[in-house]
Antibody, heavy 120, light 108 residues
Framework: QITLNESGPTMVKPTQTLTLTCTFS??????????VGWIRQPPGKALEWLAL???????RYTPSLKSRLTITKDTSKNQVVLAVTNVDPVDTATYYC????????????WGQGTLVTVSS | EIVMTQSPATLSVSPGERATLSCRAS??????VAWYQHKPGQAPRLLIF???TRATGIPARFSGSGSGTEFTLTISSLQSDDFAIYYC??????????FGQGTRLEIK
């Protein structure tokens, strides 16, 4: 059974770097066709895809935020980390990580999500 | 960037009836569309990928259809557990992967 769990701060201040960790089980992220992605949802808004990393360490980012995002993996810990630099209140959202079983770009299953508030 | 537009924003349907949700892509996406179900406070769940293939464990009352720019998610004989928000997503031309704004399916 595949499970994913997001962890990180619940609140960060503007201009700080937000670091989120996705800890997963039930699969290994050392296979090229398998990946983990990050998706966020601001309150009352739609889902927004952020980044995706594959077992072969290939990484893809949403172009509008690419300069602020870094996704990495630690296969020994079964973790994927997303860093978001220079956060702003508009980055307030529930952040989800999700498994991608192919290179195609859809996700399942997902973690429960973690709400992050950006406020001074 | 491919924009996915879902309609209606809210759909009110009685239990036992059929629900039809629509998703339109701003450019052709072939059959590279996925559908997700999302309930408040829960993890989104993959229902359909490749426009019409049910994900593992998804009941047969969920079906997807369409290709090109027009897609439909149909839920036959709605059950109480089906009332949620549904999102479509394209994975044809990315980055970025893009989602629709969602359709809220509520009990009539």
């Amino acid at each position: 059974q595949i499970t994913l769990n997001e962890s990180g701060p619940t609140m960060v201040k503007p201009t700080q770097t937000l670091t989120l960790t996705c800890t997963f089980s039930g699969f290994s992220l050392n296979t090229g066709g398998v990946g983990v992605g990050w998706i966020r949802q601001p309150p009352g808004k739609a889902l927004e895809w952020l980044a995706l990393i594959y077992g072969n360490d290939h990484k893809r980012y949403t172009p509008s935020l690419k300069s602020r995002l870094t996704i990495t993996k630690d296969t020994s810990k079964n973790q994927v980390v997303l860093a978001v630099t220079n956060v702003d209140p508009v980055d307030t959202a529930t952040y989800y990580c999700a498994h991608s079983g192919t290179m195609l770009g859809y996700f399942g299953p997902w973690g429960q999500g973690t709400l992050v508030t950006v406020s001074s | 960037e491919i924009v996915m537009t879902q309609s209606p924003a809210t759909l009110s349907v009685s239990p036992g009836e059929r629900a039809t949700l629509s998703c339109r892509a701003s450019k052709t996406v072939g059959n590279s569309v996925a559908w997700y179900q999302h309930k408040p406070g829960q993890a989104p769940r993959l229902l359909i990928f490749g426009a019409s293939t049910r994900a593992t464990g998804i009941p047969a009352r969920f079906s997807g259809s369409g290709s090109g720019t027009e897609f439909t998610l149909t839920i036959s004989s709605l059950q109480s557990d089906d009332f949620a928000i549904y999102y479509c997503q394209q994975f044809y031309n990315w980055p970025p992967l893009t989602f629709g704004q969602g359709t809220r399916l509520e009990i009539k």
